[in-house]
């Protein structure tokens, strides 16, 4: 009889449920809510955890990190932390759980060899590559047969470019397990990396010098010429004076000339230069002070004339600056200033570029020779040269 | 030689026990011996004497020890001493765990007397057996090689010409060619080691044997060896080449500092000649070293050497490089089947060649090297 009280009882007991609420029940409109901050049916762990909003989650917490626990094993449960937080990419977190662990300075040394390799794979992947590349030493310190350092170490000096170090790595692993495949594409690799950055200094080297044997031919033909460089005011620095470290085998002064000799003012950066015959094109000014214009003729052959320049330029179409139509070839008179005296010296047009920078009383400013020209009896000309003191350049 | 009695009592002077400046005297004596071929001979004979002679190598006195290498690095230079010094059980196992120290002092003479012993094919296999036996890897023997400073007071770079007379056996040549493992691309830089010629000697012998294996040759000259570099910078020198040649060329050989030196030593160069013509023996192999640009570091080369037998060689492998492919059927030229006619032709070519270049090197009056018998000749033939 007893037996059936007890039935009916759980019957009655039953049949409540179908009526009545229970207390504390999941809110219907947000139960999945609900559900989730159960601690049990979490889905993924929430960043922080605060013991006031969580209360059952943070003893969880607590437990995991007793302190009475031996060392050992609290450094085991911190790798396998830091390994979820690895897993699910939290690498910073993985971190901390790994720097804890080894904070234990529990005895396992195999432990605290992986805790090293696992948090020198986090660093890698957050690219600190340093402190994955000291981890990994560490890791290797401890048990130098951990092959996974050893990889881990190879890696990191490959993205830190560091080849020859590699390559120690790769062969260090090498010996320990000759057939591992990951090492052997590893040193594969390394090598060539180190011997493509070789070859790429030694281009590089190459260059400088034939860049260097450029300038000091093309400074030995000027000077053969006898042409004199003034040098420029100090702030235009060109950019050769960076790489002229002591011009090996150059006298001072034409490294001083070098420094200062060949910058131009121009935008173009066009540049007297030395072809392969040996003769020289410099770039060209002619100032047209009448009409405040400048025309700038990039390569001027040194054999080239000055007519026959002029005949070009002035020959067929006169420049739309020339309003009185003036400027033509064979009434243009050529003149180059001697700064130096402040003169001024009529050019003969028939004459070669050449001829006239040799011309003791020519030097040639930032490396560009320029000549003023102006027009035959003009009004302007003859003003012009009332104020200056004029010469014929013989 | 010495009588029975003489040589009795020398030999009680050799025994360990014996007062140090009689022991002395006495090796001293018997290196003595061992520096005549009569003297050579005549040991052959009494094993005692080279048992002495072992047993002395651990002997405290450091000028016994020295001499006792000495005489034995005498002994094992001639071929004839070979079985019998090996007859010695203990022999063999001594030196190699002497080898093996890091801290042994006379590794260099070990090195030595096993590359003396190991250069005719049947006292190499035997080296080559107690090596297993004695449970020391080839793989050792490679990585003490390869790594600085392995023993302090020893350079060891006889284990270079030691591992070319291996490869006279293709057990060592596999090993070497393993392409599980990473054996070869580890000996590789040494063909450029300007500290010793020895070491230099030694790994391009060891490369040239192992490109007798002409399967192996495409792996060779894939990426995953790339021994083309290594085997042409020593021949390459500082001549400046166009931009677009160098482009062409393999990475290591691009833009050459104006200071590069060629290899001095003309076996050497010879070596590398030879090896190079080795990997042109199948189409895949010719293929890719014309597609290498080697020609140009050929060309320059040519102009360069004045022996005339490495001026032959290099002759030979330009003809290749620029020549024709055979024809069908003839395309691996060591597989080859030459008929009888032919095979005479190219006999009677070849000596005649030989007597020519014998007059050139004549006229030219080169120094004789002398080899001393107290060095070991390279064992460097296959």
Known sequence: ?394 | MLSEGEAAELLSFLQSDTRPDVKGGATEYLLGLTGTRDGCRYLRTKPDFLRALLTLTSDPSIAIVKDCYHALINLSADETLHKPLLQEAEFLPTLFRNLLDPEYPFSDRVCTILTNLSRHQPTCRQVFLSLQQQDVSLAKIVEIFCTEGANQSASLHYLGPLLSNLTQLPETRQFILDKERCVIQRLLPYTQYEASVTRRGGVIGTLRNCCFEHAYHEWLLSDAVDILPFLLLPLAGPEELSDEENEGLPVDLQYLPEDKKREEDPDIRKMLIETLLLLTATKAGRQIMKQKNVYPIMREFHKWEKEPQVISACEKLVQVLIGDEPEAGMENLMEVEIPEEVEQKLKDQDDKEKEQIEKEEQELLKEEKKKHQSESPEGLER
Request: hydrophobic content about 35%; charged content about 30%; proline content about 4%.
């Open chain 1, 1 to 394: 009889m007893a037996q059936s009280d007890s039935d009916d009882g759980m019957d009655e007991f039953m049949e409540k449920f179908k009526t009545q609420k229970y207390k504390n029940a999941l809110n219907e409109s947000n139960w999945e809510e609900e559900f989730e901050k159960v601690p049990m049916f979490m889905k993924t762990a929430p960043e922080e955890i605060d013991p006031l909003k969580n209360p059952d989650l943070a003893c969880i917490q607590s437990i995991i990190h007793d302190d009475d626990r031996p060392p050992e094993e609290q450094a085991k449960s911190l790798k396998d932390e830091g390994n979820e937080y690895f897993k699910e990419k939290n690498y910073k977190k993985a971190i901390v759980a790994y720097t804890e662990g080894l904070k234990k300075n529990c005895s396992d040394s195999d432990l605290n060899a992986i805790l090293y390799t696992n948090r020198a794979a986090a660093h890698f992947y957050l690219g600190n590559m340093r402190s994955a590349l000291n981890d990994a030493t560490a890791a290797r310190k401890l048990k130098s047969d951990h092959i996974k350092a050893i990889i881990r170490g190879a890696q990191c000096c490959m993205e830190l470019h560091n080849y020859a170090e590699a390559l120690q790595w790769c062969d260090e692993g090498l010996r320990i397990l000759p057939t591992e495949k990951k090492l052997q594409e590893l040193r594969a690799k390394a090598d060539k990396q180190k011997r493509a950055a070789e070859r790429d200094a030694r281009k590089a080297k190459a260059k400088v010098k034939k860049e260097r044997t450029d300038r000091d031919a093309l400074l030995t033909a000027v000077k053969e010429r006898g042409i004199k460089l003034m040098p420029g005011q100090r702030q235009h620095r060109s950019s050769d004076s960076e790489e002229d470290d002591g011009a090996e085998g150059s006298a001072a002064d034409m490294a001083e000339l070098n420094l200062d000799g060949f910058s131009t003012q121009e935008a173009t950066g066009a540049k007297v230069y030395l072809d392969e015959q040996g003769v020289l094109h410099w770039p060209v000014l002619f100032l047209y002070p009448e009409y405040r214009q400048t025309d700038f003729i990039s390569a001027f052959c040194e054999n080239s004339s000055f007519i026959d320049h002029l005949t070009v330029m002035f020959g067929e179409e006169l420049p739309p600056w020339d309003t009185d139509k003036k400027y033509c070839p064979q009434n243009l008179q050529l003149f180059i200033e001697d700064h130096e005296k402040g003169h001024i010296y009529e050019v003969d047009v028939t004459k070669s570029l050449l001829s006239v920078l040799q011309h003791t009383r020519c030097s040639v400013k930032q490396g560009t020779p320029s000549f003023i020209i102006l027009v035959k009896d003009s009004p302007f000309c003859k003003q012009f040269l009332s104020d200056e003191k004029v010469h014929l350049l013989k």
